[in-house]
């Protein structure tokens, strides 16, 4: 059983999202700071709380050690914090994160609440349990910083098909909705793992002055969800190489940018 549900075993009873009061206000988002010096603090300061942030890109660009050094920001931020990571992706990479951290003390990856989903009727379960999850660690001084989904993607892809953009705009909006809520009221920043699509119905998106032959799964209507958008591509170079591109596409406190990185054991790192 996981460690969610074993804080809950007597408590069966769980607080629905939309039962949160109307009346509560979110308050001014704060900074969720990258603590270690290098390039995620130097070019994104942070994650704002109160926020959803997706981070897409194919395999190999770097999605889930983002993932992971937010994790490791989140944790180092506050002894007693702890993080969520919702996994459709398999095992949660435990000795990445403490890698990452610099560390192989386990306090760090113990206090990482590991939830996997398969399927879209699970990851909403999850959804309706997080306003009490998040209440119940708060109320034992050891809240939830940060939640982190690696990928929705995967829970989504096989529950719609083209036909039904419709409904799957609709049950997007209701998933950001709740999770907005809960980001507000519990001053954290949701964090989505996306994966990419081959750019074929919609050759004029382009960023930074220049197309792209791949965008982010799931549409237009997901990315109007978000607050803030992260977008990890390869860039081909001669011999056979490629640079790894890392571009803010949307963000109202940042402006749009685009610079190459590299992945250290330590994590991601500026690339001249």
């Not at 069966?12 to 603590?35: D, G, M, N």
């Not at 610099?102 to 206090?111: A, I, N």
């Not at 039904?164 to 907005?180: A, E, H, N, T, V």
Request: aromatic content about 10%; proline content about 4%.
């Amino acid at each position: 059983m996981s460690k969610i549900l074993d804080l809950f075993a007597e408590n069966p009873q769980w607080l629905l999202v939309k039962t949160l009061s109307k009346t509560i206000r979110r308050q001014r988002a704060t900074q969720f700071k990258f603590k270690r010096p290098g390039f995620l603090k130097d070019n994104l300061e942070g994650l704002p709380a109160g926020s959803l942030i997706e981070v897409s890109g194919e395999a190999g660009t770097g999605k889930t050690c983002f993932a992971l050094e937010t994790a490791a920001a989140a944790l180092s931020n506050n002894q007693k914090s702890y993080v969520l990571f919702i996994s459709s992706e398999g095992q949660f990479p435990s000795e990445r994160l403490l890698q990452i951290v610099g560390t192989d003390c386990k306090s760090f990856s113990d206090r990482v609440l590991v939830e996997e989903v398969e399927y879209l009727e699970n990851f909403l379960a999850l959804i309706e349990k997080l306003p009490n999850i998040c209440e119940k660690y708060s109320e034992i001084q050891c809240p939830i910083a940060c939640i982190i989904v690696d990928s929705f993607t995967a829970v989504m892809r096989l529950e719609y098909e083209r036909k039904d953009s419709l409904p799957r705009g609709d049950m997007l909006d209701g998933i950001c909705s709740d999770l907005k809520e809960i980001a507000g009221c519990f001053k954290l920043p949701v964090l989505f793992i996306n994966q990419v699509s081959e750019n074929i119905d919609e050759p004029m998106i382009h960023w930074a002055h220049r197309p792209i032959s791949k965008k982010p799964s799931l549409g237009i209507t997901w990315r109007y969800l978000m607050d803030e958008c992260i977008f990890l591509s390869f860039e081909e170079k001669e011999n056979d190489l490629k640079e790894r591109i890392f571009e803010v596409t949307k963000s109202q406190r940042k402006k749009t940018i685009q610079l190459k990185f590299k992945i250290t054991n330590k994590g991601f790192e500026e690339a001249y």
